[in-house]
């Protein structure tokens, strides 16, 4: 499959559906440049791989999970082994002009539009956008118009700097070493139970401190922040291992099946076998 071109359709913002490659060739995309590109699976699940933070990775993406690609970046896309199931993709297209639009509009935000590649992911969890791209392609197949497609742009611009720009560093935050062993901590003993204690060891501070400066660093809580990356382990797994829930349950951190399906609901909106019928059809 070759490369992706924008559609013209509208002005500042793209969507396309890709279906699974004929000849079981991986597809690429590429995010041209001035443009920001979202990739999420709408049919199934596949294998995508591109560079990520420090080299070349391959992952799974899943319903429900995007890759965002700051422009220049290229992935590229095959059906997930054993089954090698067919798959379909929606790309979407940003114009970086929104992005810088909406950085300067907003003076939270303000400097996150200047390096694109911190926003940059081959995978992340985040249904909202996954189910905005259902939408946007069902829009432009009904001829909606460059108005409903400029304010769902300057939206998901508002969206991507929010959650994922990177901030000013704080004076009242953890620095950059701190977090990064305090997160290690974290998926290295998913299994265990972790405290807030065991949590303000690893950043070397007093638990009150560490609780203010992790949520000003990650604008979450400790616990919330741990109870999402044990839920997205968890979707993974569901996806991709053959174990029982009540096993991939303690494997996150959830020693009683029943707290287990609780959260999981709580974040996905079903309950873990539901996820597991759901999206291992692909």
Same mark, same amino acid.
């Given at each position: 499959?070759?490369?992706?071109?924008? %559609?013209p359709?509208?002005? %500042?913002?793209?969507?396309?559906?890709h #279906?699974?490659p004929?000849n @079981?060739?991986?597809a690429?995309?590429?995010?041209?440049?001035g443009?920001?590109?979202i990739v999420? #699976?709408?049919?199934?699940?596949?294998?995508?791989? @591109?560079?990520?933070?420090g080299?070349?990775?391959r992952?799974?993406?899943?319903p429900g999970?995007?890759?965002?690609?700051?422009?220049?970046n290229?992935?590229?896309?095959? /059906?997930? =082994?054993p089954?090698?199931? =067919?798959?379909?993709v929606a790309? !979407?297209?940003?114009s970086?002009?929104?992005?810088? *639009?909406?950085a300067?509009?907003? #003076?939270?935000?303000?400097?996150?539009d200047?390096? $694109?590649?911190s926003l940059?992911? $081959?995978?992340?969890?985040?249904?909202?956008?996954?189910s905005?791209?259902?939408v946007?392609l069902?829009?432009r197949a009904a001829?909606? @118009?460059d108005d409903y497609a400029?304010?769902?742009a300057r *939206?998901?611009a508002?969206?991507?700097?929010?959650?994922?720009?990177?901030?000013?560093p704080?004076?009242?935050g953890?620095?950059?070493?701190?977090?990064?062993? !305090?997160? %290690?901590?974290m998926?290295?003993?998913l299994?265990?139970?972790?405290?807030?204690d065991?949590?303000?060891?690893?950043?070397?501070m007093?638990?009150?401190?560490?609780?203010r /400066?992790?949520?000003?660093?990650? @604008?979450?809580?400790p616990?919330? *922040?741990l109870t999402q990356?044990r839920?997205?382990?968890?979707?993974?797994?569901l996806v991709?291992?053959?174990?029982?829930i009540?096993?991939i349950a /303690?494997?996150?951190? *959830?020693p009683?099946r029943? %707290?287990? +399906?609780? +959260?999981? /609901?709580?974040h996905?909106g079903c309950? =873990?076998s539901q996820?597991?019928?759901?999206?291992g059809?692909?």
């Amino acid at each position: 499959m070759t490369t992706p071109h924008l %559609s013209p359709f509208w002005r %500042s913002l793209t969507v396309e559906r890709h #279906p699974t490659p004929e000849n @079981g060739s991986a597809a690429e995309h590429r995010a041209p440049d001035g443009w920001f590109g979202i990739v999420t #699976p709408v049919r199934g699940s596949c294998r995508i791989e @591109g560079h990520d933070g420090g080299g070349l990775r391959r992952t799974t993406l899943v319903p429900g999970e995007i890759c965002r690609l700051a422009p220049g970046n290229l992935v590229r896309l095959s /059906r997930k =082994p054993p089954r090698h199931q =067919p798959f379909a993709v929606a790309s !979407v297209g940003l114009s970086a002009a929104v992005l810088r *639009y909406s950085a300067e509009a907003h #003076p939270a935000t303000a400097g996150r539009d200047r390096d $694109l590649a911190s926003l940059h992911t $081959l995978r992340a969890f985040d249904p909202h956008v996954a189910s905005m791209a259902s939408v946007l392609l069902r829009a432009r197949a009904a001829g909606a @118009g460059d108005d409903y497609a400029d304010g769902a742009a300057r *939206y998901l611009a508002a969206h991507l700097l929010h959650a994922y720009g990177e901030a000013t560093p704080s004076a009242h935050g953890l620095n950059a070493e701190q977090l990064r062993a !305090v997160t %290690s901590y974290m998926r290295e003993n998913l299994a265990a139970d972790i405290t807030l204690d065991h949590l303000a060891k690893q950043a070397r501070m007093s638990r009150y401190h560490f609780i203010r /400066r992790f949520t000003a660093t990650t @604008g979450q809580t400790p616990l919330r *922040y741990l109870t999402q990356r044990r839920i997205e382990t968890a979707r993974h797994l569901l996806v991709l291992d053959a174990d029982p829930i009540a096993d991939i349950a /303690r494997r996150c951190g *959830y020693p009683r099946r029943e %707290s287990f +399906a609780r +959260a999981f /609901r709580t974040h996905t909106g079903c309950s =873990p076998s539901q996820y597991r019928k759901r999206v291992g059809r692909g």
